[in-house]
């Protein structure tokens, strides 16, 4: 009998391993830390920064910690003790305490951990878990399960039985209450939300250390092996192939900045205890864990707080374990050097900190240098592009937000939304994360109006989230959260669509479209184009369709937030409240933060007006209400603005296009307002500070023409085109005359310089000089005659390549002239002939060896050839 009770509890206890789930290791420890660093530790804490890092841990610990009245443990007379885990440090300090039992460097230490223990069964086993709700209850679990499973895992081969078995089985029940109310509910099903996330990470490491522990019961035990399964198929099948797919191979996630970076290292001790515990190595299975890193890099600001996407704001001052163990983990340059610089004595300002760095950091690492990471970043399944100029604090920095999909819980309605810092945000993120679903933040600071985007103001339509009904601010629509990434596809969380994502050293182009934010009888077209041409110059253009114009109100704004009031010029034309709400008739707009400054151009709609809204008391105003935050902002971290600008057309139509140029200054270079429009029927210019950019007036891409006219000389201009014919020749025509050549880059984007003469002048751009096509091929196996092709095969140039002369000959009975002009690499004319008869033996002998395009024309015909010059 007694042989068959042990079959079956041995089946029980191992019969999961059948379905591949990682057998975890009889030995402890399992968690955070291995034996083997653990020996590591024990051999090198006289040696080094790991001494140092050490003697100032211990040194801490014996003066602060063990002192302090409430976890008292001076003295090896243990009657003169007290632990109260009520107290704010308690449970930091059992892990301490136990670490100290790991290393064998304290005398105490065992005594210590015992007491503690036994205090800690006490304080477990008087805990009603029903006496709290909310966040009290979940982080009271999260506590317990953290540095409870650390105490019994550390403490598991050194304290008594009888002490490991009180405490496992104390332990058990909070998990067992954590499992049941958490994660085995519907609300344990949602993978996309970091709060499942983390109580699953939580409970897998309460369960690893519980995971055959002495003092639980067969069906204890039985559970315990079942939880661990139910949270690695969760891990397996949920969590991780969110993860993959959100962070994909550039690192991004799909919620905000800051609680991006309080999840990361809740993950980072999972993919520990499991590697430690199980052998199972996420780090080297799962690709995205290494550009995670990137985080660190691309969500923070140059003043070393992270960007406002999301709810929430940190800031970066010290070595954290994602740094730590990423480094340990891949070697790689980008997290050796944060822990290098944040992991330096000066940013190590309590001892928590310093501990932290004693587990985790890879002492015997090799100094780096900084590793200058890009400075264009855009990870495109979150959405997010972020730009800067340098890695330098002194940087400007602009990022860019459109998600495809919904996210999690903490979403802001914020797709085609942009934010400038220029030593502080200058054109903001506006509210405060005062608390969740709050007033404040339901109607003002997660809604569209509190960002830099566009509104769409209908009286009669209804907003309502989490079940209210909230303020209509005219923006983007929320619905039931995204659960799980299987979702992501699903027409109710459709959000926003990336167009493009183009950068260079000395600009960034993003195109996006965020119709499916909006209500679908409001809008079927936002698309927004923003062009950074670093270090200062920003254009946005946007091109929006309304529906249900006749039939419905309509009353699109385009915002933009600002932490001081902006200065605007023009005259009020309308006062709804007295300095609060102004409406202007100007189109230039000023504003200051800091030691930075931006200046706003409002190039079209020509015919428009703009509404000043803030202050006192208007703040975060919303169709005649303000919705004030409770608390006050620390205003070193969060910048909630103050004021901000509606820029509205006078007259509404259905296609409806707002253009606007912003220059970013500082106190030294202080911005001014600028561009002069130019607009046709195929083409939007706008001429600033000696750039000609140029769009499609209707926002078309894979464009092969833009006209100017006219154009003011006397100046040599940068042409700067965008959306056109990716890879292809172009020609700059002025007043009809071919001035310049060039290519558009695999971006679509073609750069030129263009020296003018005085007067005005008409800019043509179109595509003219391509390279060097076969004749004895035809592409095109159509067998009616294509003109374009007969040029092609009447003219011929040989010998190519030449050492100086190369005959044009045009095959051609009625041709009696024609006329040749060669142009070099960077599109320059080197030379132009107009040759009687149809044969020409140019001479380019003088010229340098190297690449020309010929342009030959004749009759109402133009072809293309591309020929080498050597030596």
Same mark, same amino acid.
């Given at each position: 009998?007694?042989?068959?009770?042990?079959?079956?509890?041995?089946?029980?206890?191992?019969?999961?391993?059948?379905?591949?789930?990682?057998?975890?290791?009889?030995?402890?420890?399992?968690?955070?830390?291995?034996?083997?660093?653990?020996?590591?530790?024990?051999?090198?804490?006289?040696?080094?920064?790991?001494?140092?890092?050490?003697?100032?841990?211990?040194?801490?610990?014996?003066?602060?910690?063990?002192?302090?009245?409430?976890?008292?443990?001076?003295?090896?007379?243990?009657?003169?003790?007290?632990?109260?885990?009520?107290?704010?440090?308690?449970?930091?300090?059992?892990?301490?305490?136990?670490?100290?039992?790991?290393?064998?460097?304290?005398?105490?230490?065992?005594?210590?951990?015992?007491?503690?223990?036994?205090?800690?069964?006490?304080?477990?086993?008087?805990?009603?878990?029903?006496?709290?709700?909310?966040?009290?209850?979940?982080?009271?679990?999260?506590?317990?399960?953290?540095?409870?499973?650390?105490?019994?895992?550390?403490?598991?081969?050194?304290?008594?039985?009888?002490?490991?078995?009180?405490?496992?089985?104390?332990?058990?029940?909070?998990?067992?209450?954590?499992?049941?109310?958490?994660?085995?509910?519907?609300?344990?099903?949602?993978?996309?939300?970091?709060?499942?996330?983390?109580?699953?990470?939580?409970?897998?490491?309460?369960?690893?250390?519980?995971?055959?522990?002495?003092?639980?019961?067969?069906?204890?035990?039985?559970?315990?092996?079942?939880?661990?399964?139910?949270?690695?198929?969760?891990?397996?099948?949920?969590?991780?192939?969110?993860?993959?797919?959100?962070?994909?191979?550039?690192?991004?996630?799909?919620?905000?900045?800051?609680?991006?970076?309080?999840?990361?290292?809740?993950?980072?001790?999972?993919?520990?205890?499991?590697?430690?515990?199980?052998?199972?190595?996420?780090?080297?299975?799962?690709?995205?864990?290494?550009?995670?890193?990137?985080?660190?890099?691309?969500?923070?600001?140059?003043?070393?707080?992270?960007?406002?996407?999301?709810?929430?704001?940190?800031?970066?001052?010290?070595?954290?374990?994602?740094?730590?163990?990423?480094?340990?983990?891949?070697?790689?340059?980008?997290?050796?050097?944060?822990?290098?610089?944040?992991?330096?004595?000066?940013?190590?300002?309590?001892?928590?900190?310093?501990?932290?760095?004693?587990?985790?950091?890879?002492?015997?690492?090799?100094?780096?240098?900084?590793?200058?990471?890009?400075?264009?970043?855009?990870?495109?399944?979150?959405?997010?592009?972020?730009?800067?100029?340098?890695?330098?604090?002194?940087?400007?920095?602009?990022?860019?937000?459109?998600?495809?999909?919904?996210?999690?819980?903490?979403?802001?309605?914020?797709?085609?939304?942009?934010?400038?810092?220029?030593?502080?945000?200058?054109?903001?993120?506006?509210?405060?994360?005062?608390?969740?679903?709050?007033?404040?933040?339901?109607?003002?600071?997660?809604?569209?109006?509190?960002?830099?985007?566009?509104?769409?103001?209908?009286?009669?339509?209804?907003?309502?989230?989490?079940?209210?009904?909230?303020?209509?601010?005219?923006?983007?629509?929320?619905?039931?959260?995204?659960?799980?990434?299987?979702?992501?596809?699903?027409?109710?969380?459709?959000?926003?669509?990336?167009?493009?994502?183009?950068?260079?050293?000395?600009?960034?182009?993003?195109?996006?479209?965020?119709?499916?934010?909006?209500?679908?009888?409001?809008?079927?077209?936002?698309?927004?184009?923003?062009?950074?041409?670093?270090?200062?110059?920003?254009?946005?253009?946007?091109?929006?369709?309304?529906?249900?114009?006749?039939?419905?109100?309509?009353?699109?704004?385009?915002?933009?937030?600002?932490?001081?009031?902006?200065?605007?010029?023009?005259?009020?034309?309308?006062?709804?409240?007295?300095?609060?709400?102004?409406?202007?008739?100007?189109?230039?707009?000023?504003?200051?933060?800091?030691?930075?400054?931006?200046?706003?151009?409002?190039?079209?709609?020509?015919?428009?007006?703009?509404?000043?809204?803030?202050?006192?008391?208007?703040?975060?105003?919303?169709?005649?209400?303000?919705?004030?935050?409770?608390?006050?902002?620390?205003?070193?971290?969060?910048?909630?603005?103050?004021?901000?600008?509606?820029?509205?057309?006078?007259?509404?139509?259905?296609?409806?296009?707002?253009?606007?140029?912003?220059?970013?200054?500082?106190?030294?270079?202080?911005?001014?307002?600028?561009?002069?429009?130019?607009?046709?029927?195929?083409?939007?210019?706008?001429?600033?500070?000696?750039?000609?950019?140029?769009?499609?007036?209707?926002?078309?891409?894979?464009?092969?023409?833009?006209?100017?006219?006219?154009?003011?000389?006397?100046?040599?201009?940068?042409?700067?085109?965008?959306?056109?014919?990716?890879?292809?020749?172009?020609?700059?025509?002025?007043?009809?005359?071919?001035?310049?050549?060039?290519?558009?880059?695999?971006? +679509? $984007? @073609?750069?030129?310089? %263009?020296?003018?003469? #005085?007067?005005?002048?008409?800019? *043509?751009?179109?595509?003219?000089? /391509? =390279?060097?096509?076969?004749?004895?091929?035809?592409?095109?196996?159509?067998?009616?005659?294509?003109?374009?092709?007969?040029?092609?095969?009447?003219?011929?140039?040989?010998?190519?390549?030449?050492? +100086? $002369? @190369?005959?044009?000959? %045009?095959?051609?009975? #009625?041709?009696?002239?024609?006329? *040749?002009?060669?142009?070099?690499? /960077? =599109?320059?004319?080197?030379?132009?002939?107009?040759?009687?008869?149809?044969?020409?033996?140019?001479?380019?002998?003088?010229?340098?060896?190297?690449?020309?395009?010929?342009?030959?024309?004749?009759?109402?015909?133009?072809?293309?050839?591309?020929?080498?010059?050597?030596?």
């Amino acid at each position: 009998m007694r042989s068959v009770f042990v079959f079956l509890f041995f089946f029980l206890l191992f019969g999961c391993y059948s379905q591949d789930v990682p057998i975890v290791n009889e030995q402890h420890p399992r968690l955070e830390l291995s034996q083997e660093r653990f020996d590591w530790l024990k051999e090198n804490i006289s040696l080094g920064e790991s001494q140092e890092t050490y003697q100032r841990f211990k040194s801490s610990y014996d003066r602060n910690w063990v002192t302090n009245s409430k976890t008292y443990l001076v003295g090896s007379d243990s009657s003169q003790w007290n632990y109260e885990f009520g107290s704010s440090h308690a449970f930091q300090m059992s892990r301490m305490t136990a670490f100290l039992l790991k290393m064998g460097t304290d005398g105490l230490a065992l005594q210590r951990c015992e007491f503690i223990i036994s205090r800690y069964v006490e304080y477990l086993n008087s805990l009603n878990f029903d006496n709290y709700s909310g966040d009290t209850k979940e982080n009271l679990l999260r506590n317990n399960c953290n540095y409870g499973a650390i105490l019994l895992d550390w403490t598991y081969n050194e304290v008594p039985q009888a002490k490991r078995q009180k405490l496992s089985r104390a332990l058990y029940r909070v998990l067992e209450y954590f499992m049941d109310n958490y994660v085995l509910t519907p609300s344990g099903n949602s993978y996309v939300t970091s709060h499942n996330i983390y109580n699953c990470g939580i409970t897998m490491h309460a369960a690893l250390a519980l995971h055959g522990a002495d003092g639980l019961s067969s069906g204890q035990m039985s559970d315990v092996n079942s939880w661990y399964r139910t949270l690695v198929d969760k891990w397996e099948n949920g969590i991780l192939p969110a993860f993959a797919h959100f962070r994909d191979d550039d690192g991004g996630w799909n919620w905000g900045a800051a609680y991006s970076m309080f999840g990361l290292p809740r993950q980072y001790q999972f993919f520990d205890d499991m590697k430690i515990a199980t052998g199972k190595d996420y780090y080297q299975d799962q690709d995205w864990i290494r550009e995670s890193i990137n985080q660190y890099w691309y969500f923070y600001r140059p003043d070393y707080y992270t960007i406002h996407l999301g709810d929430a704001v940190i800031g970066l001052n010290q070595a954290n374990r994602v740094m730590y163990r990423h480094a340990a983990e891949f070697g790689d340059a980008r997290s050796q050097y944060l822990v290098q610089k944040y992991g330096g004595a000066e940013y190590l300002n309590n001892t928590n900190l310093v501990f932290q760095k004693l587990l985790f950091k890879d002492f015997e690492a090799a100094t780096v240098s900084h590793p200058e990471p890009p400075l264009d970043w855009w990870a495109d399944k979150t959405g997010l592009a972020v730009s800067r100029t340098s890695w330098d604090e002194d940087a400007t920095m602009l990022w860019y937000y459109c998600a495809p999909a919904k996210r999690a819980d903490h979403e802001h309605r914020d797709n085609n939304h942009f934010v400038i810092i220029r030593d502080k945000p200058q054109i903001l993120d506006a509210g405060y994360y005062d608390s969740y679903a709050t007033d404040h933040y339901n109607n003002y600071y997660s809604r569209t109006i509190a960002h830099n985007s566009v509104c769409v103001f209908d009286a009669s339509e209804s907003y309502r989230a989490f079940g209210r009904s909230v303020s209509n601010d005219g923006g983007q629509i929320w619905t039931d959260r995204l659960e799980n990434v299987g979702e992501v596809t699903d027409s109710d969380h459709r959000r926003g669509e990336w167009l493009k994502f183009a950068a260079a050293d000395e600009y960034a182009y993003y195109i996006s479209d965020a119709a499916d934010s909006y209500a679908s009888n409001k809008l079927d077209r936002f698309e927004r184009r923003l062009l950074y041409h670093k270090p200062d110059r920003v254009l946005i253009l946007d091109h929006i369709h309304l529906l249900n114009t006749n039939s419905r109100e309509r009353k699109a704004k385009y915002i933009n937030h600002f932490a001081n009031r902006p200065d605007i010029n023009g005259q009020i034309v309308n006062t709804s409240v007295p300095d609060k709400i102004l409406t202007y008739n100007g189109k230039d707009y000023k504003a200051s933060h800091g030691n930075g400054n931006v200046a706003i151009r409002t190039l079209l709609p020509e015919a428009s007006t703009t509404t000043l809204i803030g202050g006192n008391n208007y703040e975060y105003w919303v169709n005649g209400t303000n919705y004030p935050p409770n608390g006050s902002p620390n205003l070193d971290l969060e910048h909630p603005g103050s004021w901000r600008i509606e820029v509205e057309p006078s007259e509404l139509k259905e296609d409806l296009v707002f253009l606007h140029t912003i220059k970013i200054g500082d106190n030294q270079n202080s911005s001014n307002a600028g561009g002069e429009l130019h607009q046709n029927e195929s083409s939007i210019g706008v001429d600033w500070e000696n750039h000609l950019y140029l769009f499609h007036a209707n926002g078309d891409t894979l464009n092969t023409s833009y006209t100017i006219n006219p154009l003011d000389g006397n100046r040599t201009i940068k042409i700067f085109a965008v959306d056109m014919q990716a890879n292809t020749s172009f020609g700059v025509f002025v007043n009809d005359e071919l001035a310049r050549t060039g290519d558009s880059n695999e971006d +679509g $984007i @073609f750069e030129i310089t %263009v020296d003018l003469a #005085e007067g005005m002048h008409k800019i *043509v751009v179109r595509d003219t000089i /391509a =390279g060097d096509p076969n004749p004895d091929t035809d592409p095109d196996p159509d067998p009616t005659p294509d003109p374009d092709e007969e040029a092609e095969r009447e003219v011929k140039v040989y010998p190519n390549p030449s050492n +100086g $002369i @190369f005959t044009v000959l %045009v095959e051609h009975e #009625e041709v009696s002239e024609f006329r *040749v002009s060669a142009f070099d690499s /960077a =599109g320059r004319k080197v030379t132009e002939y107009l040759n009687s008869g149809n044969r020409l033996d140019l001479n380019m002998n003088g010229l340098s060896s190297g690449v020309y395009y010929l342009l030959i024309q004749y009759l109402d015909k133009q072809v293309k050839r591309k020929v080498i010059l050597v030596d």
